[in-house]
């Protein structure tokens, strides 16, 4: 089977294969813009995320695709699920605010927890921070896709699956005739 993909690769005269290829640039830089669009329109450096673990169920399971927003105006509230970085952890995590702080001077801290769990973030949260403030907050839950992050899970827990993946995609990219 991959013999006769590679003859059609190898049929291809120098001017296909070029346009097959710059296709496929156009379909990854198409995704880079819209991605790049997604953020501009809604505010958040990560306008999707995919739920990791079972920490926010029944509201979320692992693999549901949340959209996010995070515009400025918009104030922070008790029971609204935030999606939040904390210095030293490069992944983001998606819990619902539990307490409210707000200073006389206008600032506001808050404090998460995820649903499943039975003790508050402030383990979860960097050493000596005991609140988190508007600039931790990656997103506000807009929207979910239930299980459809799963295949992310995978492609990240099982590094074969994800190569398979990308490399049919790509295959079948410079293969197809279209």
Known sequence: ????????????????????????????????????????????????????????????HRGDLLFLTNYPEEPVRVGEIVVFKVEGRDIPIVHRVLKLHEKDNGTVKFLTKGDNNS???????????????????????????????MVT??????????????GCLAIYVLVHRE
Not at 121 to 149: E, H, I, M, S
Not at 154 to 162: G, L, R, W
Request: avoid cysteine.
């Open 1 to 60: 089977m991959l013999d006769s993909l590679f003859d059609d690769v190898k049929r291809m005269n120098k001017r296909q294969f070029l346009y097959q290829v710059l296709s496929f640039g156009m379909i990854v830089s198409s995704a880079l813009m819209i991605w790049k669009g997604l953020m501009v329109v809604t505010g958040s450096e990560s306008p999707i995320v995919v739920v990791l673990s079972g920490s926010m169920e029944p509201a979320f």
């Open 119 to 149: 003790v508050d973030d402030r383990g979860l949260y960097a050493q000596g921070q005991l609140w988190l403030t508007k600039k931790d907050v990656v997103g506000r839950a807009r929207g979910f896709l239930p299980y459809v992050g």
């Open 153 to 166: 899970i995978y492609m990240n827990e099982y590094p074969k699956f994800k190569f398979a993946v990308l």
